[in-house]
């Protein structure tokens, strides 16, 4: 037992590393799951410590049982690649921070374009409000022409009587 802690301790921990690199978490995340494991690493070292005796039933001492200084070392073998991981974390930090940066240059020209889009469309409700006047002028115009009509029919029936077969000649026969 004290053989495996000896060896799959620091690897499992090697595994986070690498695990926490090439994942797509975040790199806090990835961090706090690091410090996690190495905590547990940490007391699962303790707890074996606590649970295996240093002497046998004869009282002579375990010779394989790996001292604290032994697992140390192994932690101090883990802290380049750590480090290395915290080189990395913050390279992901800054290309973040510039992608944030380039990406809210371009939502601040989304935004000029809406806001171009809202004056053009104002611009058009505009035109089409000065069309609707200029359409009730003409509509206006039509009612008098009608009501002109109406008072020619009213002076000239015999015109009136007239009128609807001028509509139904064709060009040619006139």
């Given at each position: 037992?004290s053989?495996?802690?000896h060896?799959?301790?620091p690897?499992?921990c090697?595994?986070?590393l690498h695990?926490a690199?090439?994942?797509?978490?975040s790199?806090?995340?990835?961090?706090?799951?690091?410090l996690a494991?190495i905590?547990?690493l940490?007391?699962?070292?303790?707890?074996?410590f606590d649970?295996?005796?240093?002497?046998?039933?004869?009282?002579?001492?375990?010779a394989?049982?790996?001292?604290?200084?032994?697992?140390?070392?192994?932690?101090?073998?883990?802290r380049?690649?750590f480090q290395?991981?915290?080189?990395?974390?913050a390279?992901f930090?800054?290309?973040?921070?510039?992608q944030?940066?380039?990406?809210n240059?371009?939502?601040?020209?989304?935004?000029?374009?809406?806001?171009?889009?809202?004056?053009?469309?104002?611009?058009i409700?505009?035109?089409?409000?000065?069309?609707?006047l200029?359409?009730?002028?003409?509509?206006e115009?039509?009612?008098?022409?009608?009501q002109?009509?109406?008072?020619?029919?009213?002076d000239?029936?015999?015109?009136?009587q007239l009128r609807p077969?001028?509509?139904?000649q064709?060009?040619?026969?006139?």
């Amino acid at each position: 037992m004290s053989q495996n802690i000896h060896t799959i301790a620091p690897q499992e921990c090697i595994i986070s590393l690498h695990l926490a690199e090439s994942t797509s978490i975040s790199g806090m995340d990835a961090a706090k799951e690091i410090l996690a494991s190495i905590r547990a690493l940490s007391k699962h070292m303790d707890d074996c410590f606590d649970q295996l005796p240093s002497r046998d039933e004869h009282g002579h001492h375990f010779a394989q049982l790996p001292s604290r200084d032994e697992f140390g070392h192994h932690f101090d073998n883990l802290r380049p690649q750590f480090q290395h991981f915290n080189t990395h974390l913050a390279e992901f930090r800054a290309e973040a921070r510039d992608q944030f940066v380039g990406l809210n240059g371009k939502l601040t020209e989304v935004l000029d374009r809406f806001a171009r889009v809202d004056e053009i469309s104002a611009e058009i409700r505009e035109g089409f409000g000065k069309a609707d006047l200029q359409f009730e002028k003409v509509g206006e115009g039509f009612g008098k022409v009608d009501q002109l009509f109406a008072k020619v029919n009213q002076d000239f029936p015999k015109g009136a009587q007239l009128r609807p077969s001028i509509k139904t000649q064709t060009a040619t026969e006139l």
